[in-house]
């Protein structure tokens, strides 16, 4: 099994930054895909960014070049930047960790207020 711990949610104004953190734990093999998923009230969870064990990344269209993503793979931990954050970057995020199966996170809470 797979535990994932997000940290470095909360609140912020509109035009801040914030640095999300997900450390993984348990049988974390390297060879594997890591990103960050954001559920806002009333819409469907999606994909802000992913990134792979050899450190190529994916984005969202809504979050491309705002937002960066990078992982330590030394401390199984993954990191997500996101600057100029936008009220409707508000949702719970959620740290995945893909490997023959998806492992999920329990969410942290981002609000950013206009």
């Known amino acids: 099994q797979v535990q994932l711990v997000e940290s470095g949610g909360g609140l912020v104004q509109a035009g801040g930054s914030l640095r999300l953190s997900c450390a993984a734990s348990?049988?974390?093999?390297?060879?594997?895909?890591m990103g960050w998923y954001r559920q806002a009230p009333g819409k469907q969870r999606e994909l802000v960014a992913k990134?792979?064990?050899?450190?190529?990344?994916t984005y969202g269209d809504s979050v491309k070049g705002r937002f960066t993503i990078s992982r330590d793979n030394a401390k199984n931990t993954m990191y997500l930047q996101m600057n100029s954050l936008k009220p409707e970057d508000t949702a719970v995020y959620y740290c995945?960790?893909?490997?023959?199966?998806?492992?999920w996170g329990q969410g942290t809470q981002v609000t950013v207020s206009s």
């Open positions: 348990g049988r974390v093999v390297s060879f594997n895909v």
């Open positions: 995945n960790l893909y490997y023959l199966r998806n492992f």
């Open positions: 990134i792979s064990s050899v450190n190529i990344p």
